[in-house]
């Protein structure tokens, strides 16, 4: 009898090991190729300070990532598009962001994203992103061979990009292409050229480890192919590889996020960001971070802001510090609705009907999202109060988050 309990006790261990094994084998693989990719590109893409154009493109985008010091290879909005196109993948909804940036010797830049999911009944077609950025700066007096002062330039560069974005495995992994118009104006020179940005994002599930909440993983690589033509002499573009981490729990009514980025340039010095922010009750952000790189790069240093949210609106506020050049102030304006690419006929209207959310409601049941599926189910509640599915399913997603 203690023969085939001892036996029995085997089978189990060797069962509950496959099962962990089966289940964490995902979290394993993606952590590797995500580490594994990162250094391989950082080696690539390697060149020396000074060879390459388009310097532009190394300026962050977004008031929110750069206050969290500028880490952005996990945000999930519609600035993500110029981090990790990945990201845009997690937006639910139409979003519209702009920013505008004055920096130091009158430089400025003015930047606009839009995200538009493409959905169906209830499969996900994911999201089409498009950008625009334009850098100028600021007036440069020419002068001749004689010292005397001639035509006033206005150099400036220009970014086009068009983007799509796809999260699958039930929603824990994201993959992200955009393709780039870049083009720059020295005055006398001008060039152009196109280039390429991937990212791949994935959330590992959370545990003990993390008090229960997921954590993010975040890979891009940016600028890929680009070169520019300046009057027949082509130049490689500056190229970027960004590896990030990103984490929240709610306490109280408030809730933490913290996210830290490595980013390793094709020239110049590499180095990573951290940043915090801190939001109250869903409406104020506090936000605070650091960029920590080599001697070379003047970029290296605190970052910090803060934003509001009221309704589908945001608005938000970062500063940024680049020691004996200066100080920048970045403000941004978020617009969220409701509106969609509507395929099979579903949510192109912008006012979604009670039977769709209650579908929606249903794949975040399904899938264990579930205080995701009460929000959803609780608009159902608004429109038809006496919808009796919805709330024994709302009573039971609830029962769900509570264990």
């Not at 099962?19 to 952590?31: G, I, N």
């Not at 505008?100 to 995200?115: F, I």
């Not at 700066?137 to 799509?164: C, F, I, M, N």
């Not at 192919?225 to 990103?246: H, P």
């Amino acid at each position: 009898m203690k023969i085939n309990n001892i036996s029995n006790y085997g089978r189990d261990i060797r069962r509950w090991t496959l099962t962990y094994a089966v289940r964490s084998l995902p979290d394993t693989v993606c952590r590797t190729c995500f580490f594994s990719a990162f250094v391989f590109c950082s080696l690539l893409y390697a060149a020396e300070p000074g060879t390459e154009s388009m310097e532009f493109l190394r300026m962050p985008e977004g008031a929110r990532q750069i206050a969290m010091g500028e880490a952005g290879a996990v945000s999930r909005d519609a600035m993500s598009l110029w981090w990790n196109p990945a990201g845009i993948s997690w937006t639910e909804n139409s979003e519209i962001g702009l920013s505008h940036s004055g920096m130091y010797e009158g430089v400025s830049d003015q930047c606009l994203s839009v995200a538009v999911p493409v959905k169906g009944e209830i499969k996900n077609y994911g999201v089409l992103g498009v950008g625009l950025r334009v850098m100028d700066y600021g007036d440069v007096q020419g002068y001749g061979t004689g010292g005397t002062s001639e035509t006033v330039y206005e150099p400036s560069g220009r970014a086009l990009s068009l983007g799509y974005g796809l999260n699958f495995l039930n929603g824990n992994m994201a993959a992200g292409l955009a393709l780039k118009s870049i083009s720059e104006n020295l005055g006398q020179v001008s060039g152009g050229g196109f280039g390429t940005d991937i990212g791949f994002m994935y959330k590992v599930s959370g545990g003990d480890w993390s008090l229960g909440e997921p954590l993010y993983m975040g890979l891009s690589m940016q600028n890929l192919g680009a070169s520019v033509n300046y009057e027949s002499k082509a130049e490689t573009v500056v190229q970027m590889t960004r590896l990030g981490f990103g984490w929240g729990k709610d306490i109280g009514e408030n809730r933490l996020e913290t996210v830290m980025d490595y980013f390793s340039p094709s020239s110049g010095d590499g180095g990573m960001s951290l940043g915090f922010e801190w939001r109250m009750k869903k409406i104020f952000n506090i936000r605070l971070g650091h960029k920590m790189s080599g001697a070379t790069d003047a970029g290296s240093g605190l970052r910090a802001g803060f934003g509001m949210d009221m309704l589908n609106f945001s608005f938000d506020y970062a500063y940024g510090g680049y020691g004996e050049l200066g100080a920048s102030h970045t403000l941004g304006v978020g617009i969220k609705f409701g509106k969609v690419i509507s395929l099979e006929g579903i949510g192109g209207g912008g006012a979604v009907s009670p039977a769709e959310t209650f579908k929606r409601a249903m794949q975040y049941y399904n899938e264990g999202k579930y205080p995701e599926a009460v929000l959803e189910f609780n608009k159902v509640l608004d429109a038809e109060p006496t919808n009796e599915k919805a709330m024994e399913y709302m009573k039971k997603a609830s029962e769900k988050i509570e264990k």
